[in-house]
Every structure is written in C-alpha cells, then in structure tokens.
C-alpha cells in the first residue's frame, strides 16, 4: 500500500495543493509497518493534475489536513482513498496511528 502526505518542513502541511513536497509511504497494512519513504517535488498546482500525477505514482490514500469536496471526488474517481482532518504531524507518526487505527479525522482545514 501507498501513502501520500502533502508535506512541508518534514510535517503534514494544512494547503494540500500547494505543499513543498509529497512524502510517500510504502506499507504493509498487514504487519503495520513502514517499508520505504520517498520525498517528491509535486508538479506545479492546476485544477486536476495531482489526482491523475498521484495515480501514476501508484498512491493509495491520501492522508491531508484539508481539502475541498472536488479535489476528494477526483481523487476518488482515480481509487485514491482521501483521509482529511489530519493533525501537522510527521509523515511517520500519522501513518503509524492509521495503521494502528488511532489517526482521528478533526477539522476539514480546506473549506472551499
């Protein structure tokens, strides 16, 4: 499984479109670990290129702090599960507690 997390200064940043990295997650949801980080720089932000950009990097879930219903339909539309609500934590920590199924959704940080 693949994780995304829209990241800037080593932690979950609260613009998912306009973060400074995309730090990515290979893991095993079975075991619950973390098998492989990757940062990458995202393409410059348009109206539809991270879903299709993210696909291709073979994501699976998206874990963001904010983001508005069109940007979680398109993702969707490309089988990427979208988890928004997420606390400006280290990439690690917040896929650790999904995995654990302790991560708490709070507020959508993207009202639009």
């Known amino acids: ?24 997650l290979d893991v095993d949801p079975e ?7 990757t940062e990458l720089d995202p393409p ?3 109206p539809g290129v991270l879903p299709h950009w ?7 879930l998206i874990l963001a702090g904010g983001m508005g219903q069109r940007a979680q339909d398109l993702f969707e539309a490309q089988d990427i599960a979208v ?4 606390p400006a934590d280290t990439p690690e920590v917040l896929v650790k507690a999904y995995l654990e199924g302790s ?6 940080a993207c009202d639009h």
């Not at 075991?31 to 980080?37: A, E, H, N, S």
């Open 1 to 24: 499984m693949k994780i995304a997390i829209p990241t800037a200064n080593g932690r979950l940043t609260m613009h998912f479109g306009h973060c400074e990295k995309f730090t990515m």
């Open 31 to 37: 075991t619950k670990t973390i098998l492989g980080t």
């Open 44 to 46: 410059p932000h348009e």
């Open 54 to 60: 993210l696909g291709e990097q073979g994501t699976d």
């Open 83 to 86: 988890f928004v609500g997420a």
């Open 103 to 108: 991560l708490k959704a709070g507020t959508n």
